[in-house]
């Protein structure tokens, strides 16, 4: 008989989305839920919650039927870069305006890469700037700043 073995990195991802799940079912139960046809605060989040834990799950009984590979190395680069990134953004959106922010945000984000270039991050960041402006300012037409009090002179 074959014995049992689990991918660990699959057991370990599948079981932080249930953990995740959980910890924010219990969160959504201490707001209203209300009914399907006249949701409340919390119905929405509750649903969300019980998808992430079910696919949780899923990805716990796969780790269970393939033997994976031991955890590696742990990309300290990728989490330095990435990480800080969307802080950055959130922290900044509102003084500098959404169009620097999430120009800095994506040439931070970039460098999370060995191979990642200083022009070619510059032109990915400009692109992604665009294009975000493109559907979110005029075509989504959303409410924000496209520049902040930062940065007028």
Do not use: H
């Not at 716990?60 to 990435?82: D, N, Y």
């Amino acid at each position: 008989m074959k014995s049992i073995g689990i991918d660990p990195v699959n057991g370990v991802c599948g079981a932080l989305l249930v953990a995740a799940g959980v910890f924010f079912a219990v969160q959504s139960l201490s707001l209203d839920l209300g009914t399907a046809l006249r949701m409340g605060p919390g119905y929405f989040p509750l649903l969300l919650s019980g998808v992430l834990v079910l696919l949780g799950i899923v990805i716990l009984v796969q780790a269970t039927r393939v033997e994976g590979e031991p955890v590696g190395e742990i990309a300290w680069r990728g989490m330095l870069f990435i990480l800080p990134a969307p802080i950055f953004f959130g922290l900044t959106v509102r003084g500098l305006g959404f169009v620097p922010a999430l120009f800095l945000t994506s040439l931070i984000a970039s460098f999370a890469s060995l191979r990642m270039k200083p022009l070619t991050a510059l032109v990915l960041s400009a692109a992604i700037t665009i294009f975000s402006l493109v559907v979110f300012s005029y075509g989504l037409k959303l409410p924000f700043e496209r520049f902040g009090p930062w940065t007028r002179f």
